[in-house]
């Protein structure tokens, strides 16, 4: 019931407090730094403006409609006239034309070949229809100047548009696509700031975890240094023991203690680094949770294919969309090629008016149109445009395979690392077991007189050397593990999406 209940307790709090100190895990030192770093938080920001600028170009498909208003004083009125106006008063003929009869001039008049003709003012025959200047009208109406002049002082007008794009050579589309493009390269670019986030915390993190232990080793081998010394200088005191013997446990001893203090000091400093990374105060009083390295379970990461892997990898995934960008920008140059054509509806009101008269009151009407842009000649500036675009997809064709190669190497390389890590820490464990086996050997034969010191020192000094060497083995093998988890493009931390 207590173990349970134990177990309940541990699930349901990851961070706890002993004797003063809190124990924080990797996952919750990684949970501090991501809260913390700024540029993590820049990076979501930049997603969702992203975002925002995607939905902004959505819009561009979708109908405008905007309304205007405008208010204008002029110093003149319009005048249609610039003077007085007197027109001939005559008849209408059967076919709507202006026409005179006699009694309605003042020439005189004759018949030729039986056809009645005026005479202008010299006593000549003319034709009416092709020198009307010579007819002398009889009356006039008067038109003064004034009844044509339209009061424009103070003009208002407004209006209500609506404009919808029908064709417009592609370009609103590639636009589109762009933005989304745009949201897919800050989305990876998120996440693979968010990975190397991960990784300098993992490094962190497990380099407190190393130099603790060095610490700890340092301390042990103090400790068997300060035994040893006790019994040479006892033995020194019975005589079965020299001067030499004394001296060279004490500058032993010595320089163990210089490194235990620099393996102290050390261990404050990474600690202090890894709590400024994840955003703590530097002064914490915090442990990392994994402090017992041979206890920690390495979990080799699986091999995946190459072509995989690359196509994982988030500089290929920002360089495709990248690549997409310029296939789009070459759409848009090959738009400026087509015609443009958008619908528009409006409704325009004004004061004064002119649907009815000239009137000085607020008066409207609809109207609706299409309109047609056809580009005929800019003197090849949409060839030089299209070649340009085309040849920067060229580029990035170029760039996604140079750095596929530089993938494949990289990859390499960490599976090459990985291998190597393996069988140093392999050997290290097997190196370990020995020098304890061998020190084991080598202290029960010193305390039966069987081995010198030197000989017993020479045993502390192998046993050291192969824990320091296990140390640094195994962590670096758990960061070559993670160093080709990260080359293989797979997910290091699983951020809440």
Sequence with gaps: MKR????????????????????????????????????????????????????????????????????????????????????????????????????????????????????????NPFDPSTNPEKLQIKNYAYLPKESMEYDINNVMIGTISLVQPIFMGMKVKELYNISKANENIAKSTDENKLQQLIIKVDEAYWRVVSIYNKKELANKYCELLEKLMYNVNEMYKAGVATKVDVLNVRVEYNEATMQKINAENGYSLCKMALFQLCGMDLNSNIEPADKDINNILIKEDK?????????????????????????????????????????????????PNAYNGFNKSFNGMFNAGVTVNIPILHWGDEIHTLNAAKRARNIMDLRVEQTKDLIKLQINQSKFKLEEASKKYNQSIENQETAQENLKFAQDAFDEGLVSVSDLMKAQTAWIKANSERIDSSINYRMCNLYLKKAQGKEIYHSAK
Excluded: C, H
Aim: charged content about 20%.
């Design 4 to 123: 349970i209940l134990l177990i309940t307790i541990t699930s349901l709090f990851s961070v706890f407090t002993v004797f003063g100190q809190e124990i924080l895990s990797l996952e919750d030192f990684r949970q501090a730094a991501i809260s913390a770093n700024k540029e993590i938080q820049i990076s979501k920001e930049r997603v969702k403006i992203a975002g925002d600028l995607k939905k902004a170009a959505f819009t561009q498909f979708l109908p405008r409609i905007s309304a205007n208003a405008s208010y204008q004083w002029n110093q003149k009125n319009i005048s249609l006239l610039a003077e007085d106006a007197f027109l001939p008063v005559g008849s209408i003929a059967a076919d709507g034309s202006l026409t005179f009869t006699q009694d309605q001039l003042n020439n005189s008049w004759t018949t030729v070949n039986g056809t009645a003709v005026p005479l202008d003012s010299d006593g």
């Design 303 to 351: 091999v995946i294919d190459i072509d995989q892997a690359i196509n994982s990898r988030s500089e290929i995934k920002i360089l495709n969309q990248t690549k997409k960008i310029a296939d789009y920008n070459v759409g848009i140059a090959k738009s400026r090629f087509m015609p443009n054509i958008f619908a528009n509806v409006n409704y325009v009101v004004s004061n």
